[in-house]
């Protein structure tokens, strides 16, 4: 079946840091890649995604790239800020008409001034 | 526009209790997925609508847990009765039609602990 194993936290960063948080997956087929964000209180909210290989989703400053040869979508971005605090998580849908999301565990980000 | 909303925010039940949580999706979005994230673990599918029909249930833990979407445009999901077990926060997300570039708008989960 599809997993998603993403990085384990909680990470703590200060702010203008880099951030990657890895992600990797396992699917049959053809799977679209998402990176989702909760903010503290708030619910799931998309950030990017990418739905074939080589593919770049970007948003807010964050990129990930869709590397099929490795089986993973990282989720990057270049100069973190105290808001981008949150719990990210990675997450998959396998091709066809399988349309449920696969999550990873999720991960806590920190930035602090 | 108004998002995915949820209710209640927050639950705390006795084992053995009913509880019943609402979802109400996106107007005009006829996919309607169930979702649950028990403490520390992933977010697990649970079940998917499309209108007020189950397309996919095969996340379902178990006959203690109902969903119905009556008509086509809330639904509801009903734990009976509930066990410790079934505590975490239950996510609702609605989309658009599904396909490849499909989003799922997620609401902002109930909290339910069964103490």
């Known amino acids: 079946g599809n997993s998603v194993t993403q990085m384990e936290g909680p990470v703590t960063l200060s702010e203008e840091a880099f951030l990657t948080i890895n992600c990797t997956y396992t699917a049959t087929g053809y799977p679209s890649l998402f990176w989702y964000v909760q903010y503290p209180g708030e619910g799931l909210q998309l950030l990017l995604k990418?739905?074939?290989?080589?593919d770049k989703g970007s948003n807010k400053g964050f990129e990930a790239t869709y590397r099929k040869e490795t089986t993973s979508f990282h989720l990057e971005k270049g100069s973190v800020q105290v808001s981008d605090s949150a719990v990210y998580f990675c997450?998959?849908?396998?091709?066809?008409?399988?349309?449920?999301?696969?999550f990873g565990k999720g991960t806590l980000l920190t930035v602090n001034p | 526009e108004a998002g995915v909303t949820q209710f209640p925010s927050h639950s705390v039940i006795e084992k053995g209790q009913t509880v019943t949580l609402r979802c109400d999706p996106i107007s005009g979005h006829d996919n309607l997925y169930w979702y649950r994230r028990v403490m520390g673990k992933e977010i697990k599918f649970l079940l998917h609508?499309?209108?007020?029909?189950?397309?996919?249930e095969s996340g379902m833990p178990n006959n203690r847990f109902l969903a119905e979407r009556t008509g086509g445009t809330y639904s509801t999901l009903k734990v009976q009765p509930a066990e410790l077990e079934d505590s975490g926060v239950y996510f609702c997300a609605s989309s658009q039609a599904p396909g490849k570039a499909e989003t799922q708008y997620f609401g902002p989960g109930t909290r339910l602990l069964v103490l």
């Open positions: 997450a998959l849908r396998g091709g066809g008409s399988n349309y449920k999301l696969t």
């Open positions: 990418a739905t074939k290989a080589d």
């Open positions: 609508f499309v209108k007020e029909s189950k397309q996919d």
